[in-house]
């Protein structure tokens, strides 16, 4: 492999795959095709005797060259055939079987054979009552092709040992047919047959019957469990996976390689031998918990093991939440909701014997990750006899640190092996062209004459790139994201290649549905409507989450060819995606009072993290990120792009703790004489602090609270040496930090001291900044008796009164701020207010006189109202009861808490509010409540047994109003959900 002959041909393979991808010729050297053919053929002479593991390289080279060689136009077509088998067999012996099934799936060979390879048919999943008579009626073979035969049957009676149905399980004959084919001349050669024994021996080792216990396999043939694991997967399984005496177990592999199935069957094994425990599994968005909480209930389900939402917005357990918990056996849930349940001391904690950490790697990501961080360190002093804790990342290398942290006998294994191939490009416009550059590889050009602006030059990049398939452009923010979808539609337009839905794609439920909920909950004439239909869609924070989900789904079932989002779209979902394009890797943070604007970085671990979107497992041979370096602002974060063009999971650099980031930047600030270390010593931090730091700050003095309220041992030194942080700290840091901890510990001892000091347990159980509690509690004791009493007034009979509860509200929205400082501002109170009273989002951009677009207005309530609010209306409502306690009043009955569940959903009725509960859309439950209330009297049942009862017509023409609104895409479905359950 080191001849200059090898190394010049393996350079024109590496070179014609990526030419190749975008449908251009490739043309290979006069003598190459045949060095290269020899060169494949040895590798399959050798291999089966070869260790696999040890000369994967050499295999993948192999197979890589075979699947070139197969793209030659002047090949024969028998030749070409030969070729993609050769790669397909190759790719299974490379531990790449989504290569391998992409290579065969548009091929003419034996129906079986291909369900082999493509892993279709009893190939995919274990099954309870498969028919492998009729599977082979259906698929009789016609050629007559004695390898063809005996390979079918060989492939069908593996299939029989992997689906239960079988005790004969290596007894192939295509081991003997490779011995007559030395001799004789049969379809396939001794060395393709000898390889496909190998290839069959190895998929018997990966079957999920020899690699799991008998009474797990029943269970998993139950929820349909694939037939065969992946090479990660066993390996996983190997390294203690479900060995429950590793306390702290870690698993980092990249995107698309099995975790998430790893997942079903460890929580799976879990409740099989503890069957009354429970599972909690964090990951660290809304959009995720969504998605686990979906895929994990279609494979449960039917084994009666309930998978459980718990929202995300900060209040008290509602009945229906706790409820939930008792009844589910997997709670899906964000860090800051585990971290509500664990200052709760909810009893159902006692039962939980496992937490899955989700997207680990996000202990670095600021505010966000000080929290998991400082809640995995109370879970640790929080149980005597901690749970599991496993730990899945796709991007962090060193997982061991994070299992050592946590566990007192981990363990963790960290594989770098892709499902499919991955490059990373950088697009840029050279003498007038347009130029990927493939460092080390080559610089192709895909664009003769580039468009002269930015925008204009990044679709044009994207749909050069559409030709290998769906194209996810990372843009900026959330305008810019919708700018260049116009300027891509328009692109399209002009050039006359403008893309249409089909007539069947424009009656799916999918674009019915999506269309349904851009018309209803942002505008008729919404941009998205009409890109849509054009297969454009953008995603970021600015819809609402119905649409969202309803974006994503489009985009799944591949209805969109073009999707322009922010970063969020990115994290841990699964998308159809074949190239993702990255325009900027400086995002500009949002602005804060007396502080000059900053970019962040977009990681080089945030990147892969993204780059992982790209290349369909099954279908695409390879995913592609470009980097589009005419915006890329390298300059604005100190960055050199040689950080981000490197794939491999072992080169990339290790996960840090956001606490000990937060630390740092508290002492060089301190350093740098920008504040006073006797700044940070008082209740309300300094103005100017920067946001992670106040988050920081806030919640490491609410993780001391909580210790202090459950009587865990509190030694500030033990406490900070517990931290992941301490790993990162240096000698003198960790002395400075040290001191840090000792002030903050005085600071919370002082709050807690104060003679109108709520009691710690409280303090513990609202989880706000001492700031916050501090303003509430002052605005509370300066409210007269009269007042106090007025606060019942804020329901009457289930319904908001809104002539009372503006007084509650609008002080709460002065007040009330998020754990990094940030409060809502004054004139929002308005909009929250309209928010309440049910009316579509853009009546509330009217009437509130919100001045920015409805995108905007969209993602400050559902990132921001929903999210403060009701935490702090709850947090008010304590705090009133603890006043009342204080002054002997027994005239307020809990009102105001009724108050933070309304606000949560955006309606002004209990009656809406299980409506809600129940899917409808928030506007829907808003008049469908009030035509209830109205005649209330006429009904001798409650909301849900009128609604069952009620007529179609009559439904529909309430939901309509006199606007004539459209009706919600799935009105129908949840009618009938209603009627059936009454």
């Given at each position: 492999m080191k001849e200059t002959s090898f190394v010049a041909d393996w350079a024109w393979v590496k070179r014609s795959l990526i030419i190749n991808r975008l449908d251009q010729a490739i043309f290979p050297f006069d003598t190459s095709v045949s060095r290269l053919a020899y060169f494949i053929e040895c590798v399959l002479v050798s291999v089966p005797d070869w260790d696999m593991d040890s000369s994967r390289k050499v295999i993948r080279i192999a197979a890589e060259i075979s699947e070139n060689l197969s793209n030659v136009k002047t090949l024969c077509e028998r030749t070409v055939q030969k070729l993609k088998m050769r790669a397909a067999i190759l790719y299974e012996l490379a531990d790449l079987p989504s290569l391998s099934a992409s290579i065969l799936k548009d091929e003419m060979i034996h129906p079986i054979l291909k369900d082999f390879f493509v892993r279709k048919g009893p190939f995919r999943s274990l099954v309870s009552d498969f028919s492998f008579t009729n599977y082979l009626e259906e698929n009789a073979d016609k050629t007559k092709n004695i390898s063809s035969l005996v390979l079918s049957s060989d492939s069908i009676q593996l299939s029989r040992y992997e689906q239960g149905e079988s005790i004969v399980k290596d007894h192939f004959l295509v081991g003997c047919l490779a011995d007559i084919a030395k001799h004789n001349s049969v379809e396939l050669t001794c060395s393709e047959l000898n390889a496909l024994k190998a290839v069959l021996l190895k998929r018997l080792a990966l079957s999920t019957r020899e690699n799991v216990e008998n009474s797990i396999f029943s269970l998993l043939k139950i929820i349909g469990f694939p037939a065969e694991f992946w090479n990660s997967q066993v390996q996983a399984l190997r390294n203690g996976l479900l060995d429950t005496k590793y306390d702290s177990w870690g698993f980092a592999s990249p995107t698309g390689t099995g975790k998430t199935f790893l997942a079903r069957l460890l929580i799976l094994e879990t409740l099989y031998k503890k069957r009354q425990s429970k599972v909690l599994y964090i990951v660290p968005s809304r959009a995720l918990v969504y998605e686990v909480v979906k895929d994990l209930s279609s494979a449960f389900n039917i084994l009666e093991i309930y998978v459980a939402e718990v929202t995300p917005q900060l209040s008290e357990l509602s009945s229906d939440e706790e409820e939930k918990l008792e009844t589910a056996s997997v709670v899906v849930l964000t860090p800051e909701k585990a971290d509500l349940l664990l200052r709760l001391g909810v009893d159902f904690l006692q039962l939980v014997s496992l937490i899955v950490i989700d997207e680990a790697h996000h202990i670095e990501s600021g505010t966000r990750g000080s929290l998991l961080e400082l809640y995995i360190w109370r879970l640790k002093n929080y149980y005597a006899n901690p749970p599991r804790i496993v730990f899945l990342s796709a991007v962090a290398p060193n997982l061991g640190d994070l299992t050592r942290w946590v566990g007192k006998n981990p363990r963790d294994i960290v594989l770098d092996n892709r499902s499919t191939r991955m490059r990373v490009g950088i697009y840029k416009i050279r003498n007038k062209r347009g130029i990927i550059e493939y460092p080390g590889i080559l610089d192709l050009q895909i664009v003769s004459n580039p468009e002269k602006t930015q925008e204009r030059q990044l679709v044009q990049l994207a749909e050069r790139l559409s030709i290998a398939g769906p194209v996810l452009t990372v843009a900026k923010g959330k305008k810019t994201s919708q700018n260049i979808a116009k300027s891509m539609k328009k692109w399209l337009d002009e050039k006359s290649v403008l893309p249409c839905l089909t007539k069947e794609e424009l009656f799916s439920d999918e674009y019915l549905r999506l269309d349904s909920r851009l018309e209803r909950e942002m505008d008729s004439v919404v941009e998205m409507r009409s890109l849509i239909k054009h297969r454009i869609a953008y995603h970021h924070a600015g819809l609402p989450p119905r649409?969202?989900?309803?974006?994503?789904?489009?985009?799944?079932?591949?209805?969109?060819?073009?999707?322009?989002?922010?970063?969020?779209?990115?994290?841990?979902?699964?998308?159809?995606?074949?190239?993702?394009?990255?325009?900027?890797?400086?995002?500009?943070?949002?602005?804060?009072?007396?502080?000059?604007?900053?970019?962040?970085?977009?990681?080089?671990?945030?990147?892969?993290?993204?780059?992982?979107?790209?290349?369909?497992?099954?279908?695409?041979?390879?995913?592609?990120?470009?980097?589009?370096?005419?915006?890329?602002?390298?300059?604005?974060?100190?960055?050199?792009?040689?950080?981000?063009?490197?794939?491999?999971?072992?080169?990339?650099?290790?996960?840090?703790?956001?606490?000990?980031?937060?630390?740092?930047?508290?002492?060089?600030?301190?350093?740098?004489?920008?504040?006073?270390?006797?700044?940070?010593?008082?209740?309300?931090?300094?103005?100017?602090?920067?946001?992670?730091?106040?988050?920081?700050?806030?919640?490491?003095?609410?993780?001391?609270?909580?210790?202090?309220?459950?009587?865990?041992?509190?030694?500030?030194?033990?406490?900070?040496?517990?931290?992941?942080?301490?790993?990162?700290?240096?000698?003198?840091?960790?002395?400075?930090?040290?001191?840090?901890?000792?002030?903050?510990?005085?600071?919370?001892?002082?709050?807690?001291?104060?003679?109108?000091?709520?009691?710690?347990?409280?303090?513990?159980?609202?989880?706000?900044?001492?700031?916050?509690?501090?303003?509430?509690?002052?605005?509370?004791?300066?409210?007269?008796?009269?007042?106090?009493?007025?606060?019942?007034?804020?329901?009457?009979?289930?319904?908001?009164?809104?002539?009372?509860?503006?007084?509650?509200?609008?002080?709460?929205?002065?007040?009330?701020?998020?754990?990094?400082?940030?409060?809502?501002?004054?004139?929002?109170?308005?909009?929250?207010?309209?928010?309440?009273?049910?009316?579509?989002?853009?009546?509330?951009?009217?009437?509130?006189?919100?001045?920015?677009?409805?995108?905007?207005?969209?993602?400050?309530?559902?990132?921001?109202?929903?999210?403060?609010?009701?935490?702090?209306?709850?947090?008010?409502?304590?705090?009133?009861?603890?006043?009342?306690?204080?002054?002997?009043?027994?005239?307020?009955?809990?009102?105001?808490?009724?108050?933070?569940?309304?606000?949560?959903?955006?309606?002004?009725?209990?009656?809406?509010?299980?409506?809600?509960?129940?899917?409808?859309?928030?506007?829907?439950?808003?008049?469908?409540?009030?035509?209830?209330?109205?005649?209330?009297?006429?009904?001798?049942?409650?909301?849900?047994?009128?609604?069952?009862?009620?007529?179609?017509?009559?439904?529909?023409?309430?939901?309509?109003?006199?606007?004539?609104?459209?009706?919600?895409?799935?009105?129908?479905?949840?009618?009938?959900?209603?009627?059936?359950?009454?």
């Open positions: 649409v969202r989900c309803a974006v994503e789904d489009a985009i799944k079932i591949g209805l969109i060819k073009y999707v322009f989002a922010t970063t969020t779209l990115a994290e841990g979902v699964n998308f159809p995606f074949s190239s993702v394009i990255v325009q900027s890797l400086a995002l500009r943070e949002p602005p804060e009072k007396g502080r000059p604007s900053k970019y962040s970085p977009v990681t080089p671990r945030n990147f892969w993290n993204i780059a992982g979107r790209a290349g369909r497992p099954g279908y695409d041979k390879e995913g592609q990120a470009i980097l589009f370096e005419p915006s890329l602002g390298l300059d604005k974060i100190d960055a050199v792009i040689d950080d981000y063009l490197e794939p491999s999971l072992f080169k990339s650099t290790p996960v840090e703790s956001a606490l000990a980031k937060a630390l740092k930047e508290i002492l060089e600030i301190i350093e740098a004489g920008q504040f006073e270390f006797k700044d940070f010593t008082e209740t309300v931090l300094p103005n100017g602090a920067p946001r992670k730091v106040k988050g920081a700050v806030n919640l490491l003095r609410t993780g001391l609270i909580h210790a202090k309220a459950t009587k865990i041992d509190i030694n500030i030194e033990s406490i900070l040496e517990g931290t992941f942080a301490y790993c990162f700290l240096s000698a003198d840091e960790k002395v400075a930090s040290l001191k840090f901890f000792l002030a903050q510990n005085e600071v919370v001892d002082s709050f807690i001291a104060k003679d109108n000091s709520p009691p710690v347990e409280l303090l513990a159980q609202l989880g706000l900044s001492l700031e916050t509690v501090s303003e509430l509690c002052n605005y509370i004791a300066s409210l007269d008796d009269w007042k106090i009493e007025n606060m019942s007034g804020v329901m009457h009979g289930g319904r908001l009164n809104f002539d009372q509860v503006e007084y509650l509200i609008r002080p709460i929205v002065k007040r009330m701020a998020e754990i990094e400082g940030g409060k809502l501002q004054s004139f929002m109170s308005d909009v929250v207010l309209k928010w309440l009273s049910g009316i579509p989002l853009a009546a509330v951009k009217k009437e509130a006189g919100f001045d920015s677009s409805l995108e905007e207005l969209v993602s400050v309530i559902y990132s921001r109202v929903q999210y403060i609010l009701p935490w702090g209306i709850y947090a008010f409502h304590c705090l009133l009861e603890d006043e009342c306690t204080r002054r002997g009043l027994a005239c307020y009955s809990g009102e105001v808490l009724s108050v933070a569940y309304l606000v949560d959903a955006g309606v002004s009725s209990f009656d809406a509010f299980r409506l809600v509960k129940m899917d409808f859309e928030r506007v829907d439950a808003t008049r469908l409540a009030d035509y209830y209330y109205k005649n209330r009297h006429k009904m001798q049942m409650d909301v849900m047994g009128w609604l069952a009862n009620e007529s179609d017509e009559n439904i529909a023409k309430i939901l309509r109003g006199w606007e004539n609104r459209r009706i919600d895409f799935d009105l129908p479905r949840l009618i009938r959900h209603l009627r059936g359950v009454s």
